[in-house]
């Protein structure tokens, strides 16, 4: 048996402009390892399993972009990628150690290694596990250990806040879109939004919820932020873990983000993860926050039951309530569902394929249907519930006969994750919403339509206690500053604070604020609109807030590091020519 190969034993502290120089377009070996991927690519695409993959991935960018973007070499850029985030958080939780042999290396691709160190959704059989697949694992699996060794170098157990982030901007965006598309938000904005202004470190039992996560920024720092404040008061690290996982979260539905998310998540949990744990569900998913699955209630239903639609017309899968509203069921039923696809595709070789289907089938209505101790669903699932799982049971495993692999488990333990997080609700939705014009909504600027949106689907109506107080039902959001010009504030948004960013080169290709307004309990008379101004009865004028200048040492910089080069002026931002302007302008 091949033993893991040890690590060099002086070895760098990887930085984000680092990984970039090592790993990033131009790097040999970028360049090296580039070429070779695309063309196994294109060697093995027609396979039914790998077009599967892509055409999904496909998908899912067209929902990011707001039409299709995608292209093959797009696809082995943000392969590489996610290969590099799977072998950066392997050297994080068992520092020291790369595995060498194709079962390690397999492992660690298909996300086994991090279930068995009980993480149990890091890294699932996604968009990017074509490289283990039979029509390309030979190959696949030695460009694979190729990219794994260019890590050896590094030290990730001394991880730094947005440490993938460089390489996440590089190689993210398609070519001819790179200058409107994927800009990380800078450490330091995202540390002063949630510190500066919404004071999580001084109540850090609030819960966080980022809608667009893109790279994690926004909960790699809530995380950090939280888990300080917390040892601080002398709490359990059990508790405090516990506590994160529960209270922290984010969507995106850009498929390789989900995974540099979870990766940044996963470094921001440090030590709590080091050490035995219980089991971990990384509340990071790739579904879409501005859209919610169908439900379909009917009087003869004794619950609801969603449509999950896909990017294959016609394909689409049903799945009920008490499974969706349910995580930790949803993660468990779908992984178990590995098993069944596995023995249908065994008993087909000596059954007629409906025998096979019908006599799988049974057997997993039977473990629905039994109680389930010591599993995250000890109860039995109803008769209804059943039925409804074994319609897409059957045609998850028609697939899977077919020759179209195990994807649509990963697609269904994610995409339904929107009803679940907009029935919980947060105390502070926070974030960096896409600014692009999609498709799909319209001509409704996205960042608006996620401000509104995200407001009225996932954030916790404020309490009246809180009226002026820093607890719950707030919502943050990066906006460009064009946003300031339109009339679209929800009347039950109470805006309360701006943070004009434009002083502050460079930020984002198109200058740049900070929108945070509040949920009331109960909104006012219908929305009073003046000359195209902001302008609901909940907001009050003029709006306080903070005019930033200076220009910041590196993206990358911490606030304390960035602080130092900024000027903060206090301001009054009121209406004039249908805009908010900060008074004197």
């Not at 990011?64 to 850029?77: E, T, W």
């Not at 569900?281 to 009087?299: D, E, I, R």
């Not at 609901?536 to 040492?553: E, I, K, L, S």
């Amino acid at each position: 048996m091949t033993t893991p190969e040890r690590f060099p034993t002086s070895r760098a502290v990887p930085t984000a402009d680092g990984l970039v120089a090592a790993l990033g377009p131009g790097s040999r070996t970028f360049e090296q390892l580039y070429p070779e991927l695309l063309a196994l690519y294109r060697r093995v695409a027609d396979a039914p399993e790998v077009a599967v993959r892509y055409r999904q991935w496909q998908h899912c960018l067209s929902l990011a972009y707001g039409s299709p973007v995608g292209d093959d070499a797009l696809f082995i850029r943000h392969t590489c990628l996610a290969i590099v985030a799977r072998f950066v958080a392997r050297c994080f939780v068992e520092p020291g150690v790369m595995p060498v042999s194709p079962e390690e290396l397999k492992q660690t691709v298909n996300g086994d290694y991090f279930r068995e160190q009980g993480i149990v959704n890091f890294i699932e059989d996604d968009f990017f596990t074509w490289l283990l697949l039979p029509a390309a694992a030979g190959d696949g699996i030695d460009l694979v250990r190729r990219l794994a060794h260019s890590l050896a170098v590094y030290d990730f157990s001394r991880a730094q806040p947005g440490l993938l982030k460089g390489l996440y901007e590089g190689l993210v965006d398609p070519e001819t879109r790179h200058d409107l598309g994927e800009h990380c938000t800078p450490d330091w904005l995202a540390e002063y939004m949630l510190d500066g202004e919404l004071g999580l470190s001084q109540s850090p039992d609030r819960s966080v919820f980022d809608p667009a996560c893109g790279a994690g920024t926004f909960l790699f720092i809530a995380i950090r932020l939280i888990i300080a404040a917390r040892l601080q008061r002398g709490e359990d690290s059990l508790d405090i873990l516990l506590h994160v996982l529960d209270q922290v979260m984010g969507v995106d539905v850009h498929p390789v983000a989900v995974t540099i998310a979870r990766t940044h998540y996963l470094l921001a949990l440090g030590e709590l993860v080091r050490g035995p744990h219980p089991p971990v569900l990384l509340p990071v998913y790739l579904s879409n926050a501005l859209v919610l699955p169908g439900s379909t209630v009917l009087a003869e239903y004794p619950e609801a039951v969603y449509t999950v639609h896909t990017g294959d017309p016609g394909l689409v899968f049903e799945l009920p309530h008490c499974v969706v509203s349910n995580p930790e069921m949803l993660d468990w039923l779908f992984f178990r569902m590995i098993q069944y696809l596995n023995g249908a595709q065994q008993r087909a070789r000596f059954q007629e394929r409906e025998e096979a289907i019908q006599a799988v089938l049974a057997a997993f209505h039977n473990y629905l249907v039994s109680p389930k101790a010591r599993t995250p669903i000890p109860e039995p699932l109803s008769a209804f519930a059943a039925e409804v799982m074994e319609r897409t049971a059957r045609r998850i495993i028609e697939l899977c006969l077919e020759g179209h692999d195990h994807l649509w488990l990963f697609i269904l333990k994610n995409l339904p994750a929107s009803v679940y997080l907009a029935q919980r609700k947060f105390d502070l939705v926070v974030g960096n919403p896409p600014w692009l014009t999609g498709g799909d909504i319209g001509n409704a600027e996205p960042s608006r339509l996620f401000f509104a949106r995200g407001a009225d689907l996932y954030l916790k109506d404020a309490s009246p206690t809180d009226q002026g107080g820093d607890s719950e039902g707030v919502i943050a959001l990066v906006m460009p500053r064009a946003a300031l010009n339109t009339g679209w504030m929800p009347p039950s948004l109470k805006l309360e604070r701006v943070l004009d960013l434009e002083g502050v080169p460079p930020l984002f290709k198109v200058p740049a604020c900070v929108l945070l307004a509040r949920k009331e309990v109960a909104p006012g008379p219908p929305l009073q609109r003046g000359v195209g101004g902001i302008s609901a009865n909940a907001t009050t004028y003029p709006v306080p807030g903070v005019v930033f200048r200076g220009t910041v040492p590196s993206r990358n910089a911490s606030w304390q590091e960035a602080e130092p080069a900024l000027e903060r002026a206090d301001a009054s931002f009121d209406r004039q020519g249908g805009r908010l302007v900060p008074q004197g302008e």
